[in-house]
């Protein structure tokens, strides 16, 4: 009987150690992946940061854009008033027309 005992006793031993093996493996492997996690989301919010800047850089560019073309508007509208009025009386005449109905 202690052939019996002596055989399952490093048989035992060897699950043992494979299941601590392995233990150590998962650990291991849940490691790597918390640190990519952490890897792709600092690649996510610099990526974010990236495109909230270039954003914004658009958008100053846009109203730059928008008060340039009302400044030229005002400017004209200064040098050519009579032109002014005739294409708001013309545009206003189009306008009534399109929206009433007879």
């Known amino acids: ?3 019996a005992n002596s055989k399952s006793a490093p048989n035992s031993n060897d699950k043992e150690k494979e299941l601590e093996a392995s233990k150590a493996a998962v650990a291991e492997a849940y490691e790597k992946l918390m640190e990519a996690k952490n890897h792709f989301k600092a690649a996510a919010e610099s990526a974010g940061v990236d495109m909230k800047t270039d954003a914004a850089e658009q958008l100053k560019k846009g109203r730059d854009k928008a008060s340039d073309l009302t400044d030229q508007a005002s400017a ?5 008033p009579l032109k ?3 294409i708001a009386f013309a545009a206003g005449f189009i306008a009534s027309k399109f929206l009433t109905r007879k």
Do not use: S
């Not at 004209?76 to 050519?80: A, D, L, R, T, V």
């Open 1 to 3: 009987m202690t052939t």
């Open 76 to 80: 004209y509208m200064k040098e050519n």
């Open 84 to 86: 002014t009025m005739g």
